[in-house]
């Protein structure tokens, strides 16, 4: 498994979070100012008790839209805003992704090619858990969380950036796989098939069979920065290597370029994910 999904191993925990702890005692002091219980309170805010009871124990990273919430239903004076700005931004993510967590962050092109699972921008919560749960070694449960609120914070980014460009090229083989089971997958391609409506989203399928492929020597990303600087980025088990070279970068610019013309197009790659759901 990748640093995106997992956390990555020993050498890319995340490390334990002062901030998002403090951040929960601000919202439960504020929630209780309020004479408020996390059953009244959840509902309030849109989210489920388990969800709200994470935040409060700093067990999992608030969303945005959560930060809004509190802060308007427990008329907080604008403190729990306050305290949102002074989380550190990625928990869950392994030290050796966090740079390009960053610059993902601020692209205005992202391209990804995939063969081993979905990108963990295209993952489901169900699909996301099920990979978490088979790490080996085995993770705790608030490790666990850790990864699913990093998950969430970076999945903001398609609906958030409409101007920037998304593209991805995913092998036929992971939803053939079926991870998880069979609903786990058929909730998978149907979130596919919604982020694919999107303008500023392209996703192409690789066939099963293929006799020539540009990507045999591995998944890759490549991103724009907004000043238009072209990076890359490839991951190993334990290790990701970050590439500024701008040599190695049009090297893998043109396998992705040929990637695309070898893969589906956009259109038969959604009729084959609408075939895929029906036979799943």
């Known amino acids: 498994m990748t640093a995106e999904t997992t956390g990555g191993g020993s050498g890319g925990e995340p490390e334990v979070s002062d901030s998002l702890k403090s951040f929960g005692e601000v919202v439960k002091a504020f929630r209780k100012r309020a004479r408020l219980t996390q059953e009244e309170f959840a509902p309030r805010v849109r989210y489920s008790l388990p969800t709200v009871a994470s935040i409060e124990q700093g067990r999992r990273f608030p969303p945005a839209d959560f930060v809004d919430r509190a802060e ?3 008329d907080a004076f604008g403190t729990i805003r306050g305290a949102a700005r002074h989380l550190s931004r990625r928990p869950g993510l392994a030290s050796w992704f966090r740079q390009w967590a960053s610059l993902e962050a601020e692209a205005v092109s992202l391209y990804t090619y995939e063969c081993r699972l979905i990108p963990g921008l295209l993952q489901t919560e169900a699909y996301a858990r099920t990979l978490f749960a088979e790490r080996l ?6 490790q666990i969380e850790a990864r699913l609120a990093a998950r969430t914070d970076r999945q903001r980014l398609l609906r958030e950036r ?8 995913l092998e036929e083989h992971l939803l053939l796989r079926r991870a998880g089971g069979r609903q786990v997958t058929l909730e998978l391609v149907d979130h596919i098939l919604d982020l694919a409506e999107l303008r500023n989203i392209e996703i192409q399928i690789m066939p099963l069979v ?22 890359g980025y490839c991951e190993g088990q334990e290790s990701g290597q970050f590439i500024s070279d701008p040599k190695v970068v049009s090297m893998l610019q043109m396998r992705y370029a040929r990637m695309r013309s ?17 036979a799943v």
């Not at 006799?211 to 998944?219: I, Q, V, Y």
């Open 210 to 231: 293929r006799e020539s492929h540009a990507g045999m020597d591995g998944p890759m990303r490549l991103l724009e920065t907004p000043d238009n600087r072209w990076l």
């Open 137 to 142: 070694p085995p993770l705790g449960d608030e």
């Open 262 to 278: 070898q893969a589906l197009t956009l259109e038969d790659s959604l009729s084959l994910l609408r075939q895929m759901r029906g």
């Open 72 to 74: 308007e239903v427990l």
């Open 162 to 169: 409409p101007n920037t460009a998304y593209g991805f090229i």
